[in-house]
């Protein structure tokens, strides 16, 4: 069987990688161009053209694929089925209806819950116990297709985005595995998507970035966990932005304002929430340093912290 393969980041090398060692046919590797990236601006392969070159594949990275000129290497491959896994593109009608048995997805939610580009982050930050992976058809309304398979995927009170990722992405290539087989034998049944069920993950905007005290204890620790490892949760202190990787509950209570630190010590430095709860912050990055857990950052940047003092004022 003919397959084309389109992806982009690191979610998607397992994909790839699985696809290739069940022995399909990969005609095609589809990714973004290549992209500067980091403080010099260094042209940077996408995560799924390193993969897909050290399987010696062919690598096809149009600009927009929207555009006919730029669709039509793909559709003349004319293959037997296309498999995305956050390409990172709309793909246009031409090539939806070109391959002999569709375009079929691999997405990491359980839709119709979490349609967009951030499933994992909203995941984590709603504090969700459960999401998952399903495959799904492709169709032109974002993740909007008939669902093919899904699997459920636990997220424990210490997953963070990042631990999420490497998890989900290991189980869509296992369900894709077991789907493909299933699909090509007409075992499967397409459903709908429940268009009543449905939420957004949308990018994640800079306002959300930004910890707000006022919220309780443990939207702002979910907050933490579904911003790590990327964008990254802050607050302000004494006018510079302060990043929290990592925190936890520190079981303790406090009538004091949002956002006031009631303890400093190298375990962490305990701040208090908008419902009283406090909370202990145990990895920081100041402004301009490397991530350090907070023993490191007591002997650095926060070395002239005292209690009483609140976090969060003089926000952006």
Partial sequence: MKIIFMGTPDFAVPVLDALVEEGYDIAMVVTQPDRPKGRKQVLTKPPVKTAAEKHGLK????????????????VDEQADLLVTAAYGQILPPEILTSPKHGCINVHASLLPEYRGGAPIHYAVMDGKEITGITI????????????????????DETDTTGTMHDKLSKAGAELLIDTIPKLMNHELTPVKQDENLVTFAPNIKKEQERI???????SILNQIRGLNPW???????????????EAESAHQSSSLKPGTITEIANNGLEVVCGDGKVIRLTKLQPSGKKPQDSAAFLQGAG???RKGERLGENDE
């Fill in 212 to 218: 707000d005290f006022s919220k309780p204890a443990k």
């Fill in 136 to 155: 799904m058809y492709m169709a032109d309304q974002l993740d909007a297709g008939e669902i093919l398979t899904q699997c459920s995927v636990p997220i």
């Fill in 59 to 74: 690598v096809y990275q149009p600009e927009k694929i929207k555009k006919s000129e730029e669709a039509k290497p793909v």
């Fill in 303 to 305: 070395r002239q912290l």
């Fill in 231 to 245: 964008p990254v949760a802050h607050t302000m202190l004494r006018g510079e932005r302060l990043k929290i990787w």
